[in-house]
Nanobody
Framework: QVQLVESGGGTVQAGGSLRLSCAAS????????MGWFRQVPGNEREFVAA????????YYAESGKGRFTISRDNAKNTLYLQMNSLKPEDTAVYYC????????????????WGQGTQVTVSP
């Protein structure tokens, strides 16, 4: 069973930066990919970015291209999301997710989820 714990959320002004972290434990050797999703209350969960655990190929939603960078440290079993040039519309709860099947923009393809971390971007 894989456990995921996010950290690094907070409040930042528009144009600022935040780095989210996701520490994975328990059975991480079986993972093929990890990703970040976000959700605003009342809206559907939205794909942000994903990365292959081996090889590091990355995938981004259009909303984050050029501003967000997903990365991982295999030795530390930790996933990161560097977010720059943040906008108020980036405000959401950000979730870390892990998959044994491979990277995907569909949340249903991920078996494991963290508890989420709030990101608030003020105008």
């Amino acid at each position: 069973q894989v456990q995921l714990v996010e950290s690094g959320g907070g409040t930042v002004q528009a144009g600022g930066s935040l780095r989210l972290s996701c520490a994975a434990s328990g059975g991480t050797f079986s993972l093929a990919a990890m990703g970040w999703f976000r959700q605003v209350p009342g809206n559907e969960r939205e794909f942000v970015a994903a990365i292959r655990w081996i090889g590091g190929t990355t995938y981004y939603a259009e909303s984050g291209k050029g501003r967000f960078t997903i990365s991982r440290d295999n030795a530390k079993n930790t996933l990161y999301l560097q977010m720059n040039s943040l906008k108020p519309e980036d405000t959401a709860v950000y979730y870390c997710a892990a998959s044994r099947a491979g990277p995907s923009g569909l949340g249903g393809k991920y078996e494991y989820w963290g508890q989420g971390t709030q990101v608030t971007v003020s105008p």
